[in-house]
Structures are given as C-alpha cells and as structure tokens.
C-alpha cells in the first residue's frame, strides 16, 4: 500500500463540495490513509445573505454548473426554502461543530455526519442556523443527546476552529483559495489534486492514491 495520505478539506453547506460528495465518499472507502477537515467557511463577516443576490446567483448559476458536472441535484425544498428564503443567512458553524464533534473517530464517522446534514440541507431545505434541527439529526445519526447538545458550547466551538486553522494553513500552503480542496501527501510534501477530474465518474477514481490526477 501507497505511503502517501490524502487530505480533504470541505464545508458542508458549500455547495461544490455537496457537488463532490460521491468523489469524497469513493477516497474515504478507498482503503487509503484519509484525513478530512472541515473548513468552516461561512463564519464572521463571510455569512452570505440570500436575500442580497446570493440566493438568485446560486439558482441560476451555481447550481445549473454543479449539476452539470457532478450529475448532484439540488432539491427544490433547497431552492425555495434556503437560497430564495428572504431571512436565510449561510453559515458554517454548527456544521462545523458536528464534524469537530466526531472527527477523533475517524474519516468515515465525520462523513457519515456530513452526509446526513447534506440531506438536511440540500435535500430537506433545513436553515444551515437551525440548531434544534442539526441536533435532532445528529441525536437520529447515533450521536448521544448529551453530546449533540454540545452544539454551541465554547469547547466545541474552539475544536472547531483549531481543524478549520489546520484546513486554512494547508490550503495557503499550496495556494488553494477555496473548498473543495484535496491534496495528496507524503511527509511534509503535498500536491493538490484534481479532483475535478473525477466528477461524475467517482468510479474512475485509481485504487492507488498514488496514480490520483494532480493540478
């Protein structure tokens, strides 16, 4: 087996990583060393309003090109209930905390977390701020209620923050300016790869990290 590990640095409620989720899960099982962070990248004064034009360009653009090229599908609950929403604001921090609060379990808990609040949000078009609902989903996704109701709490929140400083510095690293970001690592050394490569055809992905197109 390849010494070499693989780094995935997503955000939930980002849209282009929702397009990447069938290239995320097929690295995850792939039996190769994986790493995952979430970003948290709809924090502070970055908290889009969909009422101020973000929700129009996301219907008409955004999603029209991912679906385009990852064969994902945004539901229409999303479109009206969270990008034409007029009070929906976009943030990243209680998808943030949920990945924080199970990543020392492993790659694949952290994805199966991510998924089911993908299917919250895109799927179900719940608030990306709709604490009650994330916990309720977490509690639904094994998680105990005393843990879920961590959501919020300053411990976790700095969890979180510390894996999206470990996200950031990687990606500054290799000059990445957005997620999805993937790289390939051996030591110290990294490549980032062209996962882009990959959309909708997750099966082409090699079975040696090694062989992963690069950019």
């Not at 690293?173 to 051996?186: D, M, Q, W, Y």
Request: proline share 4%; aromatic share 6%; with cysteine.
């Amino acid at each position: 087996m390849s010494d070499e590990k693989i780094t995935i640095i997503y955000d939930t409620y980002c849209g282009w990583c929702h397009g990447a989720s069938e290239v995320f899960d097929t690295i995850e099982a792939s039996g190769a060393e994986v790493e995952v962070l979430h970003r948290h990248l709809f924090e502070g004064d970055y908290r889009p309003k969909m009422s101020e034009g973000k929700g129009e360009q996301i219907v008409e653009n955004l999603i029209p090109r991912i679906e385009a090229l990852t064969g994902q599908e945004f539901t229409q609950a999303y479109k009206d209930n969270i990008a034409m929403s007029p009070t929906e604001v976009l943030a990243s921090k209680y998808s943030a905390q949920a990945a924080a609060l199970v990543h020392d379990q492993g790659p694949a808990r952290e994805f199966a977390i991510r998924r089911k609040l993908e299917d919250l949000h895109f799927g179900q078009g719940v608030s990306s701020t709709d604490r009650d609902a994330i916990v309720a989903a977490l509690i639904e996704e094994g998680i105990t209620p005393e843990d879920a109701e961590k959501l919020g709490t300053p411990e976790l929140e700095a969890k979180a923050e510390s894996l999206a400083g470990r996200a950031k510095a990687l990606m500054a690293a290799v000059g990445s300016r957005g997620v999805p970001t993937v790289l390939r690592s051996n030591g110290d050394r990294y490549s980032v790869v062209d996962h882009q490569a990959y959309y909708g055809r997750a099966d082409a992905l090699p079975a040696n990290v090694s062989n992963l197109a690069t950019v």
